[in-house]
T-cell receptor
Framework: EAQVTQNPRYLITVTGKKLTVTCSQN?????MSWYRQDPGLGLRQIYY???????DKGDVPEGYKVSRKEKRNFPLILESPSPNQTSLYFC?????????????FGPGTRLLVL | GENVEQHPSTLSVQEGDSAVIKCTYS??????FPWYKQELGKRPQLIID?????GEKKDQRIAVTLNKTAKHFSLHITETQPEDSAVYFC????????????FGGGTRLMVKP
């Protein structure tokens, strides 16, 4: 089954404790992306990747890192989480990131930083 | 960068009525405009999209219109049903200037039976 998976689905952590949210897709997609969703602000793009070893900043990259060492995986790293990073995070992928392509979203990761 | 504004933030309609959600964008070079539906607790899903060389696109009960001059686009849902209740997001993308997708703030649509 074609899908985007994220882990963990829920995470409670404390300020400053490094964490990684994994994202994996099995559709051989070149384009992958991370968003955060906050009430009233919609989805805001954090980082995106056009292909392996190619990443670029989105709207709100501060406090986040990403890597794209393999085509299928695009982990999101919070080196020193802060409470303002409490949010719902979505990973997404599409074939090449071109107009008209369906962007597939993962199930979401709800993060609480205390 | 691009800025997308979406209105209204909440919309309540009676089953069978039409619903219209409007978005404006700031970057005249944006050339792709998708709409996503997000049901409670679920992930966003693409429902319809339009490119800048097209003025209108329709898919059964949903349609999207684009006015490039005024830099706004709208989602139209006709004959609404309770299962249309969800949060709807518009977005804009400029493929000629990076590949970032900018979303509007969302509209919570409630369809009353």
């Amino acid at each position: 089954e074609a899908q985007v998976t994220q882990n963990p689905r829920y995470l409670i952590t404390v300020t400053g404790k490094k964490l990684t949210v994994t994202c994996s897709q099995n559709m051989n997609h070149e384009y992958m992306s991370w968003y955060r969703q906050d009430p009233g602000l919609g989805l805001r793009q954090i980082y995106y990747s056009m292909n392996v070893e190619v990443t670029d900043k989105g709207d709100v990259p501060e406090g986040y890192k990403v890597s794209r060492k393999e085509k299928r995986n695009f982990p999101l790293i919070l080196e020193s989480p802060s409470p303002n990073q409490t949010s719902l995070y979505f990973c997404a992928s599409s074939l090449k990131g071109l107009a008209g392509e369906t962007q597939y979203f993962g199930p979401g990761t709800r993060l609480l930083v205390l | 960068g691009e800025n997308v504004e979406q209105h209204p933030s909440t919309l309540s309609v009676q089953e069978g009525d039409s619903a219209v959600i409007k978005c404006t964008y700031s970057d005249s070079a944006s050339n792709y405009f998708p709409w996503y539906k997000q049901e409670l607790g679920k992930r966003p899903q693409l429902i319809i999209d339009i490119r800048s060389n097209v003025g209108e696109k329709k898919d059964q009960r949903i349609a999207v219109t684009l006015n490039k001059t005024a830099k706004h686009f709208s989602l139209h849902i006709t004959e609404t049903q309770p299962e249309d209740s969800a949060v709807y997001f518009c977005a804009a993308r400029n493929y000629n200037a990076g590949n970032m997708l900018t979303f509007g703030g969302g509209t919570r649509l409630m369809v009353k039976p």
